[in-house]
């Protein structure tokens, strides 16, 4: 059964800092992963899908890499701001399952 | 783009109650799941669809039924509510392919007394 695991379970930095999330996964058989965010009561915004072949993929201030062999993900955010505060996810897939970690929870402080 | 649409977004059930939560999504995809998210637990599968007509169980089917009788929609029904299934449910999506990632829902909050 695939496991996935988040650290930290919290992070609180002020605006500007970049942000460094982690993500490992214990069955390397992955097609891929993807990075969610969540705010408070609301649903999963992908941000990025990473391809089980590619190494990192990049949108704007956001840049995930994978090391499939290790088990690895991490995913950076640069220059942070107070509305990146939310729950980042990570989640693998195997075959047609989805799995996730428990998420990162973030804050911002202005 | 409507992506992925569930109804409704809340509920309050009575205990022994039963109730059926809709998914409806016009990418064409072929895959469909409904996950419920509860504090410390993280998200975890019901039940899954990988076309059709077709349905599997997921890690948590007990106590919930499902079905997918037309491409566009997946059901998940609570047949007699219980406390246990108060929780976040989201209904998500995908393509067949081995490339494609997941598409959510909104989610319904679902509390039983």
């Known amino acids: 059964k695939q496991e996935v695991t988040q650290i930290p379970a919290a992070l609180s930095v002020p605006e500007g800092e970049n942000l460094v999330l982690n993500c490992s996964f214990t069955?390397?058989?992955?097609?891929?992963l993807q990075w969610f965010r969540q705010d408070p009561g609301k649903g999963l915004t992908s941000l990025l899908l990473i391809q089980s072949s590619q190494r990192e993929q990049t949108s704007g201030r956001l840049n995930a890499s994978l090391d499939k062999s290790s088990g690895r993900s991490t995913l950076y955010i640069a220059a942070s701001q107070p509305g990146d505060s939310a729950t980042y996810l990570c989640a693998v897939r195997n075959d047609y399952k989805l799995s996730f970690g428990a998420g990162t929870t973030v804050t911002v402080r202005a | 783009n409507a992506g992925v649409t569930q109804t409704p977004k809340f509920r309050v059930l009575k205990t022994g109650q039963s109730m059926t939560l809709l998914c409806a999504q016009d990418m064409n995809h072929e895959y469909m799941y409904w996950y419920r998210q509860d504090p410390g637990m993280g998200l975890r599968l019901i039940h899954y669809s990988v076309g059709e007509g077709t349905t599997a169980k997921g890690e948590v089917p007990d106590g919930y039924n499902v079905s997918r009788l037309k491409k566009q929609n997946f059901l998940l029904g609570l047949e007699s509510a219980a406390p246990s299934q108060t929780s976040v449910y989201f209904c998500?999506?995908?393509?067949?392919?081995?490339?494609?990632?997941?598409?959510f829902g909104s989610g319904t909050r679902l509390t039983v007394v």
């Open positions: 069955d390397s058989a992955i097609y891929n």
């Open positions: 998500a999506s995908s393509g067949a392919s081995i490339s494609y990632g997941y598409t």
